[in-house]
């Protein structure tokens, strides 16, 4: 591509400061396996072999959301399927996808859906 080319008209794999797919589908199996853990940054920027602030920049690029982001909505989206499918209490589902109690689970929850996890499971439950 000529050198004044925007980014975007770049063939694909050309572009750079992403994370290479494998380094990319490396670290998303580590936030779904972990998704109850506390997930640091520092961990993740380690698996991938790179800087936390080159891992920060390339799991933006790859993911579209900073990695702190991408993991709220993975806990909020298995926390809405487990509040749908299963019996499971809240606390529960709370410990399960990464929270230390309720109340923290609870307030995060409400942030990004605007139900709190009881009204939400209420409401879209069967």
Request: aromatic share 10%; charged share 25%.
């Amino acid at each position: 591509p000529h050198a004044d080319a925007p980014i975007d008209a770049m063939p694909e794999g050309l572009a750079t400061g992403g994370l290479s797919p494998a380094n990319a589908r490396r670290i998303e199996a580590f936030i779904d396996e972990r998704i109850s853990e506390d997930l640091r940054l520092d961990d993740l920027a380690l698996l991938s072999k790179l800087s936390r602030h080159h891992f920060a920049v390339a799991f933006k690029q790859s993911f579209g959301l900073p990695p702190y982001r991408y993991i709220i909505e993975k806990r909020v989206a298995l926390a809405k399927s487990l509040l749908l499918e299963t019996e499971q209490s809240i606390i529960d589902i709370g410990c399960a996808v990464g929270y230390e109690n309720q109340g923290h689970f609870t307030t995060v929850f409400r942030r990004e859906t605007g139900w709190t996890p009881a009204k939400f499971r209420r409401a879209y439950g069967s």
